[in-house]
């Protein structure tokens, strides 16, 4: 598996490869507050909202990515982090192509609760599941020399981690948007073609607005369902 080192090329400008793009069903799993939500919107809508409230149950929003062998839309799953919503968590990761797991880089024992969740995926989800470790707010451990002193997880052991349980692995700004391209450029990069071709199809049995307990960002946020290429 890559790390945030091994950054794939991406193409910024609308995709040239004849039909339609492959569809790829994505998760975001991760602790209340560590900034899921934040992360997928700064990617579908090139935005940050300060103070966002949590999402309740899961939130359902589309992005397409144009990588030089392949565009795909992802249909992706942003989960609710309280306890509470976590046995609901299995009917969005089922049939899922990728996951990205969220950790804050302040808060160690959102480390943890990551690692649970990276254990349950590689249990109970698909087997060639794609995986990404992202350690966010980075924002925060940058700038003055006093920010670095709240970081609470290593960079270096978080990654060590990852490429021991066979993770994609970045740490990301939200806030600055830092890294948080590169995520989702690297996921469609890791996806095998042949994977995304046999189970695209039959992916994406939940879709937004249909369940009870679940916020649909598209009916808060416009252009969510955008075909502009965010990679």
């Known amino acids: 598996m ?79 982090g309280q306890e509470r919503f976590h046995s609901l968590a299995p009917m969005y990761y089922r049939n899922a192509q990728a996951a990205v797991v969220v950790y804050d880089i302040t808060k160690s024992a959102t480390l943890e609760k990551a690692k649970s969740w990276v254990k349950e995926l590689q249990r109970q989800a698909h087997p060639e599941i794609v995986i990404a470790l992202i350690g966010n707010k980075l924002d925060l451990v940058q700038g003055e020399p006093e920010s670095e002193c709240l970081r609470q997880v290593n960079k270096e052991d978080a990654q060590a981690y990852a490429h021991e349980a066979g993770l994609l692995f970045f740490e990301t700004s939200a806030k600055s948007s830092e890294n948080v391209d590169l995520v989702f450029a690297g996921i469609a990069k890791d996806i095998p073609l042949e994977h995304i071709v046999m189970q695209g199809r039959g992916a994406h049995s939940t879709r937004g607005g249909n369940l009870n307990g679940r916020v649909d960002l598209n009916q808060q946020v416009s252009g969510s369902g955008s075909s502009r290429c965010a990679c």
Request: charged fraction near 25%; aromatic fraction near 6%.
């Open 2 to 80: 890559s790390s945030d080192a091994e950054s794939p090329s991406v193409n910024h400008t609308p995709s040239t490869l004849p039909g339609k793009a492959s569809q790829v069903k994505l998760v975001l799993l991760g602790e209340s507050a560590v900034g899921k939500s934040s992360l997928v919107l700064r990617f579908v809508n090139r935005e940050y909202v300060d103070n966002r409230e949590p999402t309740i149950g899961a939130a359902f929003l589309t992005q397409k990515c144009h990588l030089n062998d392949r565009s795909i839309k992802f249909e992706i799953w942003d989960t609710a």
